[in-house]
């Protein structure tokens, strides 16, 4: 079964520095792309970030140049460096995966961008 747990959310001032991270169970990990994705209240879930097996990646325009994200296939584990964080960052970010054409998903990690 697979399981995607992510940690590192909390609240940050406009301006600062978050590093989520989101380890994975159940899958051959160095084989699967991986995202991550954010909801804000009253808004669809959207895509900010994914990397690929062969560790590619590709941005929201919303993010680009603020956000990193990587991968340690050792660890199981994809980071999202986000860096000069606005108020319009927060959200709940969720890591997901696709194994065998079913999305996979995390329980999310809350990051609220306030001062």
């Known amino acids: 079964q697979v399981h995607l747990v992510e940690s590192g959310g909390g609240l940050v001032q406009p301006g600062g520095s978050l590093r989520l991270s989101c380890t994975a169970s159940?899958?051959?990990?160095?084989?699967?792309?991986m995202a991550w994705y954010r909801q804000a209240p009253g808004m669809q879930r959207e895509l900010v970030a994914n990397?690929?097996?062969?560790?590619?990646?590709n941005y929201a325009d919303s993010v680009r140049g603020r956000f990193t994200i990587s991968r340690n296939n050792v660890r199981n584990t994809v980071y999202l460096e986000m860096n000069s964080l606005k108020p319009e960052d927060t959200a709940v970010y969720y890591c997901?995966?696709?194994?065998?054409?079913?999305?996979?998903w995390g329980r999310g990690t809350r990051v609220t961008v306030s001062s």
């Open positions: 159940g899958i051959n990990f160095r084989l699967h792309p």
């Open positions: 997901s995966t696709i194994r065998q054409s079913l999305t996979y």
């Open positions: 990397i690929t097996s062969s560790s590619s990646t």
